[in-house]
């Protein structure tokens, strides 16, 4: 029988907020759960290190270690003794970070925090993809595709003057966008490919260029057309930062950085600057990606911008050898990270 509170538009908002406040109380205890497991495998791998420094166990311990915790709690797939020996590696790999890692450790899930150390070498690059990891809400095959391509090692190379033309918190907001090279994740393009071709190839997958930008940006238009002074001109591609209220204009080019490009860049940051910008909005910043760049030529020739300009260079996935890991390497991190998921997953994975 249909109650007469089906149609009913106050009910239906009622039962929607008392829905979204069950799921925020949900995924609050989920999250609290997640921190205090890992906090518990932190703990957990600190006594192995401990036991094995002091009574001198060897390695064989852990196998019956890990015997005696599946007998006891069954239900847990945790205590297998491959992830007894993450957990040693956890608590070795952060050994000496600070009380910031404490803090921020618990809040990404620990088939994350595996991914992590058996990709990076050193605890300062982990902490890197653990922060971009809680920031902007990764899954693990982003994870891997960020580690993958390298975005620790690409951030801050590109060649700007954020810090010159823009505020300092909106400086540190925008500062995401300067890495160099960006990496194109496109197939099928040919060595003579023009512009165009690379500007369609981004559009058929721009879910994968939002996540080169980063966190906060929403795609706007390509070819957008807009007008200044009388004259049409067509941006490339236009996106909006949420939280920075500020516009991207971004510029691609498949030649090497030449420095008219920043005076038609600017043409472009001027006319959605007239056209678009909003009482909360403020003005554009621009981004020029080119296929070449010499860095100190580009740091002269933005000396003479009092526009918020990056320019950086792209790379696409056929030219990755240069910046990726080895094939076989990748081989052995699937081989691992599949064996992983299969044997011990985890009470504590999202």
């Known amino acids: 029988m249909l109650s007469i509170f089906t149609t009913d538009s106050e009910y239906q908002g009622f039962i929607k907020d008392i829905k979204s406040k069950i799921k925020s109380v949900q995924i609050k205890a989920a999250l609290a759960i997640n921190e205090e497991g890992i906090k518990l495998y932190r703990e957990i791998g600190k006594d192995i290190v401990q036991r094995q420094e002091e009574a001198k166990w060897g390695s064989n311990f852990i196998e019956q270690m890990s015997r005696d915790l599946k007998e006891e709690f069954p239900d847990h797939k945790g205590y297998s003794k491959s992830n007894l020996f993450y957990m040693r590696k956890f608590y070795s ?12 450790a618990g809040k990404i899930p620990w088939g994350h925090h595996q991914m992590i ?7 300062e690059t982990g902490m890197f993809y ?40 909106d400086s540190e907001m925008m500062g995401q966008l300067v890495k160099s090279p960006y990496i194109f994740d496109i197939l099928g393009l040919g060595d003579e490919y023009k512009e165009r071709d690379l500007q369609k190839a981004l559009m058929q997958n721009i879910t994968q260029f939002l996540l080169e930008l980063g966190t906060g940006f929403a795609f706007v238009g390509q ?51 007239q056209e678009l910008l909003s009482n909360v909005d403020k003005p554009s910043v621009g981004l020029l990606i080119c296929k070449e760049k010499n860095d100190l030529f580009v740091e002269y020739a933005l000396k003479q911008v009092n526009a918020p300009i990056i320019v950086a260079d792209y790379k696409l996935n056929q030219e990755l050898e240069m910046i990726l890991p080895s094939k076989e390497e990748i081989e052995a991190i699937v081989d691992r990270t599949l064996d992983q998921v299969s044997k011990d997953t985890t009470d504590y994975k999202a």
């Open 93 to 104: 790999f952060y050994k000496n970070c600070d009380e910031k890692f404490q803090q921020l």
């Open 223 to 273: 070819y957008y057309r807009l007008e200044l002074a009388g004259e049409e001109f067509e941006i490339d591609l236009l996106f909006y930062h949420m939280k920075a209220n500020r516009y991207l204009v971004v510029e691609l080019k498949t030649t090497k950085f030449d420095a008219s490009f920043l005076s038609k860049l600017g043409i472009y940051m001027e006319a959605v600057d």
């Open 130 to 169: 653990i922060q971009k990891t809680i920031e902007a809400g990764w899954s693990r095959d982003v994870l891997a595709h960020q580690i993958a391509s390298n975005l620790y090692g690409r951030q801050g190379q590109a060649v700007n003057n954020l810090t010159t033309t823009l505020p300092q918190e």
């Open 117 to 123: 150390m058996d990709k990076v070498n050193d605890p």
